[in-house]
């Protein structure tokens, strides 16, 4: 059973566009929300995360968006640029142990 | 220095090889983690250690021989694979298991044959 549910499996944007990524979760018991992206061959890089008790975060280009009541967050790209094409990773940690979703591929087309 | 560092970067082996792969990192971080990621797919944890102790184990099949011989170093011991079980082997670290991030080593990109 899928902890995490990411969506969409793929998204395509110009760049200096504004790509969104979702997810959404059911677990009260998660604590803090992850993103990663991940290039061709390499591990994960966090990117940004958020906890609970704070409905948006913000670094740099990137920005978390949080609604608790909803169970649901996203991370938004400003001003994508190609370099940023990437599968990106949402996780949500419970105890020690992290729950990842299922990936989006971006691609910034020039 | 934030990095993990994995060994060998690519592996070939036959089903009745045994194989290991390497993981070291020199941030204090007393958690470390084994992931399995196969293409276009989220990364699968195997094992966790906490203090260099096994905390969690998900389940993985025996033929997958985890060790952490200190607490800078993790080992994957890899006897009599399957083709299924070839995949990017991740490597992770965390301050301790409660630590909120965890760097990733590049992985090693496994081949069974």
């Known amino acids: 059973q899928q902890q995490v549910k990411q969506s969409p499996q793929s998204l395509i944007v110009q760049k200096g566009g504004i790509p969104i990524i979702n997810c959404a979760y059911e677990?009260?018991?998660?604590?803090?929300f992850p993103w990663y992206q991940q290039f061709p061959g390499k591990g994960p890089a966090l990117l940004i995360a958020?906890?609970?008790?704070?409905s948006e975060k913000k670094e740099g280009r990137f920005t978390i968006s949080f609604n608790k009541s909803a169970k649901q967050f996203s991370l938004h790209i400003m001003d994508s640029q190609p370099g940023d094409s990437a599968t990106y990773f949402c996780?949500?940690?419970?105890?020690?142990?992290?729950?990842f979703g299922t990936g989006t591929s971006l691609t910034v087309i020039p | 220095d934030t990095e993990v560092t994995q060994t060998p970067k690519h592996l070939v082996m036959g089903m009745t090889n045994k194989k290991s792969l390497k993981c070291e990192q020199h941030?204090?971080?007393?958690?470390m983690y084994w992931y399995k990621q196969k293409a276009k797919k989220p990364p699968e944890l195997m094992f966790v250690?906490?203090?260099?102790?096994?905390?969690i184990n998900e389940s993985v099949p025996s033929r997958f021989s985890p060790e952490c011989p200190n607490s800078s170093l993790l080992n994957l011991h890899l006897h009599a694979l399957q083709p299924e079980d070839s995949a990017l082997y991740l490597c992770?670290?965390?301050?301790?298991?409660?630590?909120?991030?965890?760097?990733f080593g590049p992985g090693t990109r496994l081949l069974v044959l």
């Open positions: 677990n009260t018991a998660f604590d803090y």
């Open positions: 996780a949500a940690r419970a105890g020690n142990q992290f729950y």
């Open positions: 992770a670290s965390s301050q301790d298991t409660k630590g909120e991030t965890q760097y």
């Open positions: 958020i906890r609970p008790d704070v």
């Open positions: 941030m204090g971080h007393r958690a």
């Open positions: 250690y906490s203090y260099e102790k096994l905390s």
